[in-house]
């Protein structure tokens, strides 16, 4: 059973058409919870990373939330340079230290 | 401003062939991780180092092993290399973990490996 899932798999929108992406996680007793963008033949690069449910953070049209159960990635007038697969990943009390778990990803494509 | 490097970038093996993978960071970070990721599988922890000298398994270690002699470096290596390790093999490096340090993990640009 994946420990972090991620929906939608994939994800079109029109240049302009806001929407969200989510991440939810099965085990409890989160330390955090982390949100990376990964572009086509390149590593994944860091975006927010969230402690405390309700916590928030923006990044020019990107905002993340977190709840008790989950994670939203709500992208705002999405343009087409925002096309990528983001990566949601967490680590929580119960592993053991520097163990960050990923989920398997939401790939979006804005087109103009 | 170089962060995470790794060596080679791609790499062709026979089954059965051994090579090591180098992962280089000038960040003076504590921790580092060796990922692989498959197609529909996303990211999956093989091994991790969380100092100079200390190794640990991940999710999915086998026939692999891992060496940290020196604090920015890392290396993977493949013994007997087999088509199911076919992948692109991320390296990553923080500074640490837990609350209120700077927690978050920097990858390299990966290395596709193909086992023939």
């Known amino acids: 059973e994946d420990q972090v899932t991620q929906s939608p798999e994939a994800l079109r929108l029109q240049e302009g058409e806001s929407s969200s992406l989510n991440c939810s996680y099965t085990?409890?007793?989160?330390?955090?919870l982390f949100w990376y963008r990964q572009d086509p033949g390149k590593g994944p690069e860091f975006l927010f990373t969230?402690?405390?449910a309700g916590e928030e953070k923006e990044k020019e049209r990107l905002k993340a939330t977190l709840t008790k159960k989950e994670s939203f990635l709500h992208i705002t007038a999405p343009k087409p340079e925002d096309s990528a697969t983001y990566l949601c990943?967490?680590?929580?009390?119960?592993?053991?230290?520097?163990?960050?778990?990923f989920g398997r990803g939401t790939q979006l494509t804005v087109w103009p | 401003n170089a962060g995470v490097t790794q060596t080679p970038k791609f790499r062709v093996l026979k089954t059965g062939q051994s090579m090591t993978l180098l992962c280089a960071q000038d960040?003076?970070?504590?921790?580092m991780y060796w990922y692989r990721q498959d197609p529909g599988m996303g990211l999956r922890l093989i091994h991790y180092?969380?100092?100079?000298?200390?190794?640990a398994k991940g999710e999915v270690p086998d026939g692999y092993n891992v060496s940290r002699l020196k604090k920015q470096n890392f290396l993977l290596g493949l013994e007997s290399a087999a088509p199911s390790q076919t992948s692109v093999y991320f390296c990553?490096?923080?500074?640490?973990?837990?609350?209120?340090?700077?927690?978050?993990?920097?990858f390299g640009q990966g290395t596709r490996l193909t086992v023939v």
């Open positions: 960040m003076n970070h504590e921790y």
């Open positions: 990943a967490r680590y929580d009390r119960g592993s053991t230290l520097g163990r960050l778990y």
């Open positions: 085990v409890s007793g989160l330390r955090g």
């Open positions: 969230l402690y405390s």
């Open positions: 990553a490096s923080s500074p640490g973990t837990g609350r209120g340090m700077n927690t978050e993990a920097f």
């Open positions: 180092s969380v100092g100079e000298g200390t190794t």
